[in-house]
Nanobody, 127 residues
Framework: VQLVESGGGMVQPGGSLRLSCAAS????????MSWVRQAPGKGPEWVSV????????YYADSVKGRFTISRDNAKNTLYMQMNTLTAEDTALYYC?????????????????????WGQGTQVTVSS
């Protein structure tokens, strides 16, 4: 199982970034997928989740209206479009697969186990 994030970088406040997560080694289309972030000195923060076929999404209140999660099951890739970034969005961003068998509504706010995450991509928002 491999999850490889990319697309992070440094951006000014108000800017945008698009993160990607390439998945392999498992049936991507069978899993709900999440984004989790971790700022320096803080615990993991759930950001968003998308259903296995992409028809449903949840967002943390802190990113709602600014971030958009999406997926392309034909390409085994997860995305996160991030707009209107602020310094509070600075963190290491991880994509994570949700373990099979969870009810969809139970994934609001759910942080998958650490071994279900990728290696992360750094997002730094600074002027």
């Amino acid at each position: 199982v491999q999850l490889v994030e990319s697309g992070g970088g440094m951006v000014q406040p108000g800017g945008s970034l698009r993160l990607s997560c390439a998945a392999s080694g498992f049936t991507f289309s069978a899993h709900h997928m999440s984004w989790v972030r971790q700022a320096p000195g803080k615990g993991p923060e759930w950001v968003s989740v998308i259903s296995s076929i992409g028809g449903s999404t949840y967002y943390a209140d802190s990113v709602k209206g600014r971030f958009t999660i999406s997926r392309d099951n034909a390409k085994n890739t997860l995305y996160m479009q991030m707009n209107t970034l602020t310094a509070e969005d600075t963190a290491l961003y991880y994509c994570a697969r949700v373990p099979l068998g969870r009810r969809w509504r139970d994934n609001l706010g759910y942080v998958p186990p650490r071994d279900y995450w990728g290696q992360g991509t750094q997002v730094t928002v600074s002027s």
